[in-house]
């Protein structure tokens, strides 16, 4: 079963599974799964939540949506822990920050064939936390809907436990 969080729609049924089965179903995208993201979650799951959203904004708008959700789904491709990222040792380096959105950029770009607007999405995705803004709108709907999702993504496993409570209650 695929869902996005917060949504009960079953995504493999969906028009955007089919915009997306390519990378979705790609080995190194599975691999996504083994990398914890956002403490509670797995980067895999935070790439369909981030991809999902981003879809359906951008298709109200009548956006590039697409683009969007392919962008979403690569904008974390990367295969570490994001914890084991040491720059004790240098501390010129640039942080996670700054350095992940290029790694996955490259990534994506080794394994699937991008356009330059889902280029732009990836490598941008940081902001507003690193300076470089996205040149397209759909790059700061991908930005803007990735910091949201973090938000929901740390505080899901409180909120559920509170709506036990209260649910306990009545
Ligand atoms: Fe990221
Ligand atoms: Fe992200």
């Known amino acids: 079963m695929l869902h996005a969080i917060c949504s009960k729609k079953q995504l493999t049924a969906h028009a955007y599974y089919v915009f997306v089965a390519d990378i979705l179903e790609h080995a190194n995208m599975q691999q996504l ?8 979650t797995t980067r895999f799951q935070h790439s369909i939540n981030v991809s999902y959203y981003s879809y359906l904004i951008c298709r109200r708008f009548h956006w590039d949506a697409v683009s969007a959700a392919r962008a979403g789904l690569l904008h974390d491709f990367y295969f570490y822990e994001t914890c084991e990222y040491d720059r004790s040792a240098a501390p010129e380096q640039a942080s996670h ?27 941008h995705h ?24 973090a938000i929901f993504e740390y505080l899901a496993p409180f909120w559920q436990r ?6 306990g209650q009545n």
């Open 97 to 123: 920050f700054a350095t992940h959105p290029k790694l996955a950029l490259s990534n994506a770009a080794m394994a699937f064939s991008l356009n330059a607007k889902e280029e732009d999405m990836i490598v």
């Open 33 to 40: 799964k083994q990398f914890r993201h956002h403490v509670h």
């Open 162 to 167: 509170m709506r036990q409570t209260l649910v």
């Open 126 to 149: 940081m902001w507003p936390v690193v300076k470089q803004k996205p040149q397209c709108k759909e790059g700061f709907v991908v930005a803007i809907v990735d910091k949201y999702i």
